[in-house]
């Protein structure tokens, strides 16, 4: 039967996510909440500091 098609395009967009977020936020995603200071702090870029490195993604 295979995977219903619903299901294939919630996994992309997951995946998607999963991707800016180790790749490439910079606070985008905290700044929601906590505003200005998530750009400050970079709480995601931080947590997946070493994970960009092995990824081969620039962050500095």
């Known amino acids: 039967m ?3 098609l619903f299901a294939a395009v919630i996994l992309v967009v997951i995946a ?3 991707i800016f977020a180790i790749g490439f ?3 985008h995603m ?3 909440v906590s505003g200005q200071e ?3 702090v970079q709480y995601i ?3 997946t500091h070493d ?3 092995a990824a081969g993604f ?3």
């Open 2 to 4: 295979g995977v219903p």
């Open 16 to 18: 998607c996510m999963g």
């Open 25 to 27: 936020d910079q606070g």
């Open 30 to 32: 905290f700044s929601l």
């Open 38 to 40: 998530s750009f400050d």
């Open 45 to 47: 870029h931080e947590l």
């Open 51 to 53: 994970m960009r490195h």
């Open 58 to 60: 620039p962050c500095h």
